[in-house]
């Protein structure tokens, strides 16, 4: 069976399609009111961002919507909306046009509608969206054949753009309170924030990896950088005496060399890796020195080296009185 998928890309668009926004692109200091006889409105957004810019951060910035309607280089009707500031950018833009088309709706003579949204339109186009405003757009331009939805391109001087764009700006202060259900992506964006500080928490106040917890304080998705050989030298996690007593595979965690057989004991001490030392560091500037290494080249060449050595040759360095 064929499936008809969703044009994504440029080439997936309809050569008829792809011809009008080729004329648009072409011709951008041609106005498009000059060309109508008839009525014409025009949908826009802003959205203002605040000073985090995250999905709903808490600032008394909202998001605005707004369209408005020519006639001879004249506004005659307009309409502003106020979105609570968790509210999307796509939702002010697609609620514009939903708005829009309402009131085109009730004129009845060809319409031509504009919107500098590409991504609006061709959500539109998708006929297998789920999205509820999208679907009464659709039900909308099947019933009102007169009404044409048109893309123009955004910031080149179209005088119904640019006083949309400017009621969208007004529409944040001055706009009707409209709600709208937070988008998902807004809710995803929250949940992921609360994961993120019952994480940090634990993180915290937790008991074990506090010498991993001292060089990454903050969690993060994002992985640190470190190769598996400087992972085990931070952890502590890797063929040292003193995890393998941790872990009961050792009755003693003493390094061959007869001192305690610990990371920082093979990095600056033991006599078996003496090719890879670094300098020993104070107590109080352990930490420091710990940084030091793994935010440079060099040192984490060498760091590697030593853990390599370790792993290789981990007979010779741990004694097994097994
Ligand atoms: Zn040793």
């Known amino acids: 069976m064929r499936t008809k998928t969703r044009p994504s890309t440029w080439q997936d668009l309809t050569p008829k399609h792809q011809s009008e926004y080729r004329e648009k692109i072409s011709n951008p200091t041609r106005p498009p009111q000059k060309k109508r006889l008839m009525g014409q409105s025009t949908c826009n957004k802003y959205w203002k961002r605040g000073s985090q810019p995250q999905y709903g951060s808490k600032t008394d910035e909202g998001t605005g ?43 009845h003579r060809p319409i031509k509608l504009w919107t500098d949204s590409l991504s609006n339109l061709m959500v539109i186009l998708n006929p297998k969206s789920h999205h509820s405003i999208v679907r009464e757009i659709q039900t909308l331009l099947l019933s009102h054949k007169h009404i044409l939805l048109r893309w123009l ?98 009755t003693h965690d003493n390094c061959s060399c007869g001192e305690k057989g610990d990371p920082i004991h093979y990095a600056t001490k033991c006599p078996f890796t003496l090719s890879w030392h670094f300098q020993t560091p104070t107590v109080s500037l352990k930490l420091q020195w710990l940084k030091n290494i793994l935010t440079n080249k060099f040192s984490r060449t060498r760091l590697q080296l030593l853990m390599r050595f370790i792993c290789d040759e981990n007979n010779l360095i741990v004694e097994d009185n097994n």
Request: hydrophobic share 40%; net charge neutral.
């Open 153 to 250: 391109k955004a910031h080149v001087g179209y005088l119904g753009n640019e006083c949309a764009d400017q009621l969208a700006k007004e529409a944040i202060t001055k706009g009707d309170p409209f709600l709208l259900p937070k988008p998902l992506s807004y809710l995803k964006a929250e949940i992921k924030s609360a994961a993120l500080s019952i994480w940090q928490d634990n993180w915290d106040n937790g008991e074990t990896g506090r010498s991993t917890h001292d060089i990454v304080p903050r969690v993060s998705n994002k992985p640190v950088g470190w190769n598996r050989e400087e992972i085990m030298f931070v952890t502590g996690h890797g063929p040292f005496p003193s995890y393998l007593l941790r872990c009961n595979l050792r």
């Open 65 to 107: 919507s707004a369209y408005c309607i020519l006639e001879n280089y004249g506004i005659i009707a307009s309409w502003q909306g106020k979105l609570y500031r968790s509210n999307s950018v796509f939702q002010a833009e697609i609620l514009a046009i939903r708005m829009a088309i309402e009131a085109a709706s009730s004129l």
